[in-house]
């Protein structure tokens, strides 16, 4: 059974284009996260959703915007995509905020 | 702001010997510590946790905290090939049981387990 799951595996866009990407959990969780890897194979923190509440919003372009129809999905959305955007998108969970737990990832080439 | 340091590697290790990762933490109130290992191309693995000073063993893998020091460090005992892959240090401020904040990750130190 596969505990975190991402749609779709690979998504290739032209600039300026909106895309989702969807996150789904069966382990239960209360917590769960969008991190980005970009080409350095750096993994950073970009939204997490607690009980359908965000909790935490770094430092990232407001083009990006999570949601949360329950506490078992979070889907990332992307409006007006730009080449920075290329990289590696992950979802994660967690049980009360601590050990998180990855899903396979997205990665998203824009062109 | 929170930093978290990793020698990037590439760190190479003949097979059977022990392979010694090293992560350094800027942020004084972190609580948790977390190993993870990338092979490319995949997901970060979860395989170790440590909340408190001293060591923790799990199989071939031993985690060692040293808050005073802000250091921790990842022993990979008789190395074997498939350990060959990036390992993250990543950390967290807040203990077990409550609060959603995201993970600090290292950049990852790439290790190469030769036959």
């Known amino acids: 059974d596969t505990a975190v799951s991402q749609t779709p595996k690979y998504l290739v866009t032209q600039m300026g284009n909106d895309k989702s990407i969807k996150c789904e959990q069966n382990?239960?969780?209360?917590?769960m996260y969008w991190y980005k890897q970009d080409s350095k194979k750096f993994l950073k923190i970009m939204f997490s959703?607690?009980?359908?509440?965000?909790?935490i919003n770094e430092t990232v372009p407001n083009r990006f915007s999570p949601k949360s129809p329950d506490k078992a999905h979070l889907n990332l959305h992307i409006n007006s995509l730009e080449l920075g955007d290329s990289a590696v998108y992950f979802c994660?969970?967690?049980?009360?905020?601590?050990?998180?737990?990855f899903g396979p990832g997205t990665r998203l080439t824009v062109l | 702001q929170k930093e978290v340091e990793q020698n990037s590697g590439p760190l190479s290790v003949p097979e059977g010997a022990i392979a010694s990762l090293n992560c350094t933490y800027s942020?004084?109130?972190?609580?948790?510590f977390f190993w993870y290992r990338q092979y490319s191309g995949k997901s970060p693995e979860l395989i170790m946790s440590?909340?408190?000073?001293g060591d923790k063993e799990d199989g071939r893998f031993t985690a060692q905290l040293n808050k005073a020091s802000q250091y921790v460090s990842l022993l990979i005992r008789d190395s074997q090939p498939s350990d060959s892959a990036t390992y993250l240090c990543?950390?967290?401020?807040?203990?077990?049981?409550?609060?959603?904040?995201?993970?600090?990750f290292g950049k990852g130190t790439h290790l190469i387990i030769q036959p």
């Open positions: 959703y607690n009980n359908k509440e965000l909790i």
């Open positions: 942020d004084r109130v972190s609580q948790s």
């Open positions: 994660a969970s967690s049980p009360e905020g601590n050990e998180q737990f």
């Open positions: 440590i909340y408190s000073n």
């Open positions: 990543a950390v967290n401020p807040l203990y077990s049981g409550g609060g959603a904040d995201g993970l600090t």
């Open positions: 382990l239960g969780h209360d917590t």
